[in-house]
T-cell receptor, first 117, second 114 residues
Framework: GAGVSQSPRYKVTKRGQDVALRCDPISGHVSLYWYRQALGQGPEFLTYFNYEAQQDKSGLPNDRFSAERPEGSISTLTIQRTEQRDSAMYRC???????????????FGQGTRLTVV | AQSVAQPEDQVNVAEGNPLTVKCTYS??????LFWYVQYPNRGLQFLLK??????LVKGSYGFEAEFNKSQTSFHLKKPSALVSDSALYFCAVRDINTGNQFYFGTGTSLTVIP
């Protein structure tokens, strides 16, 4: 697509439920990133992929959080047994990645606003 | 460790005046530096980047930024502010020596007063 697409835009879920957030990166982009942004804060790194390989998951806060990108394109961030503290804006970004200079910028989607009640 | 600091949570400037949004960084290797802007209910939009070369880089919407290696700074500037520049601005650093991810500052809210 023309840009990074995230769905849903808004998600309200009850505490204890699982949620899956979807990211569709720019076509052909190798690298895909997940960030979390709390109100009034900067984006906080969660994890990133090159193609289908998860390169770094050091930012995932605990084992309730996981991400996958099985075919090297669309990615899903899953949060199991959600807690109120998981409420935040979850942002996905992609960049051309390998094969071009590594210094290119990342392009962000509009984010998914997750509210856990 | 990589980090970015934006020392000002809020910057107010009168329309038509020059604006500066400050950013300092810390990386172990050569820094790749970026500025992003976030408008209400919108995603992060890329403004400009410094990779190498001229210390003064120009970006979108008339913004520019000056890389200063000795002061480890990358301040965002614009000669004449517009009301429409009011938004949240984020500085980010990328250190490919230690990883591919971007590290963001906490953001600076810019308000341009008519």
């Amino acid at each position: 697509g023309a840009g990074v697409s995230q769905s849903p835009r808004y998600k309200v879920t009850k505490r204890g439920q699982d949620v899956a957030l979807r990211c569709d990166p720019i076509s052909g982009h190798v690298s895909l990133y997940w960030y979390r942004q709390a109100l009034g804060q900067g984006p906080e790194f969660l994890t990133y992929f090159n193609y289908e390989a998860q390169q770094d998951k050091s930012g995932l806060p605990n084992d309730r959080f996981s991400a996958e990108r099985p075919e090297g394109s669309i990615s899903t961030l899953t949060i199991q047994r959600t807690e109120q503290r998981d409420s935040a804006m979850y942002r996905c970004a992609s960049s051309p990645g390998q094969g071009v200079p590594m210094n290119t910028e990342a392009f962000f989607g509009q984010g998914t606003r997750l509210t856990v009640v | 460790a990589q980090s970015v600091a934006q020392p000002e949570d809020q910057v107010n400037v009168a329309e038509g005046n020059p604006l500066t949004v400050k950013c300092t960084y810390s990386v172990s290797g050569n820094p790749y530096l970026f500025w992003y802007v976030q408008y209400p209910n919108r995603g992060l939009q890329f403004l400009l980047k410094y990779i190498t070369g001229d210390n003064l880089v120009k970006g979108s919407y008339g913004f520019e930024a000056e890389f200063n290696k000795s002061q480890t700074s990358f301040h965002l500037k614009k000669p004449s502010a517009l009301v429409s520049d009011s938004a949240l601005y984020f500085c980010a650093v990328r250190d490919i020596n230690t990883g591919n991810q971007f590290y963001f500052g906490t953001g600076t809210s810019l308000t341009v007063i008519p």
